[in-house]
């Protein structure tokens, strides 16, 4: 299946702007909210958007100065993380908010300028530029939910989820490969109805191993955003309930992800 890569690069400002109408609304005391990952509040998330919005700006507009800032993440482990959530909390919120707004226009922009065809480094796998920009669309969304999760401020989902179901699909080998295992060769099918009603499917029909919901539970499981019991997907055989609970559609080591209890069902 061929990909729009325009599409992709718009549907990636697309999101921005969604999370862009929550954080302008926020007051001073929503960016200082913890939220449900251990030790980062509001403004820890926003940070992180920022600073890694900024670094693929890097990788597209120049490969081999992140080659450098790669170099360095890998020597300093946590303590890099630690740099740039200790920036973002030395800031304002206004500061912060347009640190954020900034960085994601300027990879948007950069973004834009690219054919599709490139190959871009990253601090996972290199990738086409469309996953690369699909996997920016990810962060924007599953951080910008960390967000909309304990602030007083909705973001409904939209069609746009496609792309994060699609990732999450095509992660499932990474999801083992990242913790040292193999993936079981019994195939997955996904039967997912998106925001607006429509279904996706992923997968062979006949498989025996199934995931069916919605795919607003489904990517909030492959971005380890719901544990799977706090969710309504239903799974069916060996190999879908072991993926579930190990999935990961994003780069780096394994996460702790969320615990049973944390959220309610909805719907």
């Known amino acids: 299946m061929s990909i729009d890569y325009s599409a992709v690069v718009a ?26 990952a251990p030790g980062w509040a509001v403004r820890d998330q926003v940070a992180h958007l920022a600073f890694f919005d900024d670094q693929a700006r890097l990788a597209i507009e120049d490969p081999a100065a992140f080659e450098t800032v790669r170099e360095a993440a890998n020597a300093r482990g946590p303590a890099f993380e630690q740099e740039y959530l200790a920036r973002g909390r030395a800031m304002t919120p206004t500061g912060l908010y347009q640190w954020w707004r900034e960085s994601s226009r300027k990879l948007a922009e950069a973004a834009a300028r690219l054919t599709g065809s490139e190959r871009l480094p990253w601090f996972g796998p ?64 996904v039967e997912l109805v998106s925001p607006g009603g429509a279904r996706w499917a992923f997968g ?30 239903e799974v069916s055989g060996a190999a879908a309930l072991e993926w579930m609970e190990i999935a990961q559609a994003f780069a780096g080591p394994p996460g702790p992800g969320r615990q049973p209890g944390e959220f309610r069902k909805e719907g």
């Not at 498989?207 to 544990?227: E, K, L, N, P, Y």
């Open 11 to 36: 549907d990636l400002a697309a999101e921005q702007d969604d999370l862009d109408q929550v954080l302008a609304r926020l007051a001073p005391e929503h960016w200082e909210l913890p939220t449900h």
């Open 126 to 189: 290199s990738m086409g530029a469309a996953s690369f920009v699909t996997a920016r669309l990810m962060e924007t969304w599953s951080h910008g939910l960390d967000v909309v999760d304990v602030v007083p401020f909705e973001r409904p989902d939209t069609e746009r989820l496609r792309h994060v179901a699609e990732l999450g699909v095509r992660t499932r080998a990474y999801s083992y490969a990242v913790r040292g295992r193999t993936p079981p060769e019994a195939p997955v099918r």
């Open 204 to 233: 062979p029909a006949e498989a025996t191993d199934v995931i069916r919901g919605s795919a607003t539970d489904f990517c909030r499981v492959v971005t380890q955003r719901r544990h799977l019991a706090d969710t309504n997907l």
